[in-house]
């Protein structure tokens, strides 16, 4: 028998350790959520709670056991749920955090009856948002939060909620979603005789190209959206699977670079998931990109019990809450309220973090380069290596690392 040197001991015991790191441990079932519970570990619970602003909230939470925490708030994206955070809870709630990841308005186990395009609009509007979780924190005991950390649609919210309320939010991370800030209002108008410029026609500078095609935010607006993924003819699941994978850094063609400008021809040079085809919807532009069943089987990050947990919470409730959030920042109307904030920045310690394989870190032209004039205390710009779009799961250990290390940062 060949006898083992100490260093190929310790090989041998590190590449064991990292091999049962990266495979999903077994999970008993989790009887205290309400989703999720043959894959949330014990530790994770489920509750619903008035959110003082007119909706019962769905949440998943950690670090639930010991009074006088620190709270952090994690705020999801699009089409994503609480769900999401799943790899952050527990590691976010050993440092000594009390961590709370709602289902946000419009998502969810927050939703009782399907939401409906004419429903009324105002709820999701930007500064009622903000009051789904500041009212959210104060129901659950926390006059102040520690840090609000918010992923693709969730980034904006967190980050006026860092701007609106800088007393209560003590530092913001956006994942995904670069720091914009509030709009900007011209100066010394009122003596100038040239004409306001006119504002530039996307849709229709996009429908005139060779290969006609369209702004995926502008189509998340329409009628039609919900009832294209909801009714997809390949089924939810599938839909989900695919988009999920599309934007992920599985795809390899997911190879962004800043754009030159906001035209029509640099925009187009992104992926069909944010620049479709003019004749296409969200199902049949996904659809295309279908992963096969061998790298779904190779896929740990999203794993068919993982994404049945979505399949099933949008199969009961639709799409269209979470589109509506499309439908505030495509209107004007909605946009007069946030013109009171114009100049204001976010003056809480700010951190941003992406995936180096994302497109929404660039989708913007101009966005993430000038992040630094939105945040006056932007302390970490970072691009995770081998992560897409779902960056809290496709490399959570890095995602949690950063987060750790911004948060112990942020003084009680």
């Given at each position: 028998?060949?006898?083992?040197?100490?260093?190929?001991?310790?090989?041998?015991?590190?590449?064991?350790?990292?091999?049962?790191?990266?495979?999903?441990?077994?999970t008993?079932?989790?009887?205290?959520v309400?989703?999720?519970?043959?894959?949330?570990?014990?530790?994770?619970?489920?509750?619903?709670?008035?959110?003082?602003?007119?909706?019962?909230?769905?949440?998943?939470?950690?670090?639930?056991d010991?009074?006088?925490?620190?709270c952090?708030?994690?705020?999801?994206?699009?089409?994503?749920?609480?769900?999401?955070?799943?790899?952050?809870?527990l590691?976010l709630?050993?440092a000594?955090?009390?961590?709370?990841?709602?289902?946000?308005?419009?998502?969810?186990?927050?939703?009782?009856?399907?939401?409906?395009?004419?429903?009324d609009?105002?709820?999701?509007?930007?500064?009622?948002?903000?009051?789904?979780?500041?009212?959210?924190?104060?129901?659950?005991?926390?006059?102040?939060?520690?840090?609000v950390v918010?992923?693709?649609?969730?980034?904006?919210?967190?980050?006026?909620?860092?701007?609106?309320?800088?007393?209560?939010?003590?530092?913001?991370?956006?994942?995904?979603?670069?720091?914009?800030?509030?709009?900007?209002?011209?100066?010394?108008?009122?003596?100038?005789?040239?004409?306001?410029?006119e504002?530039?026609?996307?849709?229709?500078?996009?429908?005139?190209?060779?290969?006609?095609?369209?702004?995926?935010?502008?189509?998340c607006?329409?009628?039609?959206?919900?009832?294209?993924?909801?009714?997809?003819?390949?089924?939810?699941?599938?839909?989900?699977?695919?988009?999920?994978y599309?934007?992920?850094?599985?795809?390899?063609?997911?190879?962004?670079?800043?754009?030159?400008?906001?035209?029509?021809?640099?925009?187009?040079?992104?992926?069909?998931?944010?620049?479709m085809?003019?004749?296409?919807?969200?199902?049949?532009?996904?659809?295309?990109?279908?992963?096969?069943?061998?790298?779904?089987?190779?896929?740990?990050?999203?794993?068919?019990?993982?994404?049945?947990?979505?399949?099933?919470?949008?199969?009961?409730?639709?799409?269209?809450?979470?589109?509506?959030?499309?439908?505030?920042?495509?209107?004007?109307?909605?946009?007069?309220?946030?013109?009171?904030?114009?100049?204001?920045?976010?003056?809480?310690?700010?951190?941003?973090?992406?995936?180096d394989?994302?497109?929404?870190?660039?989708?913007?032209?101009?966005?993430?380069?000038?992040?630094?004039?939105?945040?006056?205390?932007?302390?970490?710009?970072?691009l995770?290596?081998?992560?897409?779009?779902?960056?809290?799961?496709?490399?959570?250990?890095q995602?949690?690392?950063?987060?750790?290390?911004?948060?112990?940062?942020?003084?009680?």
């Amino acid at each position: 028998m060949e006898r083992m040197t100490r260093r190929q001991i310790l090989g041998g015991a590190g590449a064991l350790l990292a091999s049962t790191l990266a495979r999903p441990a077994a999970t008993a079932r989790n009887g205290d959520v309400e989703y999720g519970r043959d894959t949330l570990p014990a530790g994770i619970r489920s509750r619903r709670v008035d959110n003082n602003n007119g909706l019962t909230m769905h949440l998943l939470e950690a670090g639930f056991d010991t009074p006088g925490r620190r709270c952090v708030v994690l705020l999801h994206g699009f089409p994503e749920l609480a769900y999401t955070w799943r790899h952050q809870l527990l590691p976010l709630a050993a440092a000594g955090f009390h961590v709370i990841a709602p289902d946000l308005r419009g998502y969810g186990r927050s939703v009782s009856t399907a939401v409906a395009f004419d429903d009324d609009l105002l709820p999701y509007s930007v500064l009622n948002r903000v009051s789904d979780i500041l009212g959210l924190a104060r129901a659950l005991g926390h006059e102040r939060v520690a840090g609000v950390v918010g992923h693709d649609w969730g980034g904006p919210t967190a980050q006026w909620c860092a701007l609106v309320r800088p007393d209560v939010f003590q530092s913001v991370i956006t994942l995904s979603t670069p720091f914009f800030g509030p709009p900007a209002l011209p100066l010394r108008t009122m003596n100038s005789s040239a004409a306001p410029a006119e504002p530039v026609d996307m849709q229709k500078q996009l429908a005139a190209l060779a290969r006609p095609r369209k702004h995926y935010f502008d189509y998340c607006a329409t009628r039609e959206a919900n009832d294209n993924m909801r009714h997809a003819p390949q089924g939810v699941h599938d839909l989900l699977r695919a988009l999920y994978y599309f934007k992920s850094a599985d795809f390899k063609g997911n190879k962004p670079f800043p754009l030159k400008s906001w035209s029509a021809a640099e925009l187009a040079k992104m992926p069909t998931y944010y620049i479709m085809d003019l004749d296409k919807g969200m199902a049949e532009t996904v659809a295309a990109e279908m992963p096969s069943g061998a790298q779904i089987a190779a896929c740990q990050w999203l794993t068919e019990q993982d994404l049945a947990v979505y399949a099933a919470e949008y199969i009961r409730t639709g799409f269209q809450g979470g589109l509506n959030y499309y439908r505030i920042g495509s209107d004007p109307r909605y946009e007069a309220e946030l013109n009171s904030f114009s100049g204001r920045t976010i003056d809480v310690p700010a951190s941003f973090i992406g995936g180096d394989s994302e497109w929404a870190v660039y989708q913007s032209p101009g966005a993430f380069e000038s992040m630094r004039t939105v945040c006056t205390h932007l302390r970490g710009v970072h691009l995770v290596a081998q992560a897409g779009h779902s960056i809290p799961e496709e490399q959570p250990r890095q995602v949690n690392r950063l987060l750790l290390g911004f948060l112990r940062g942020i003084p009680s």
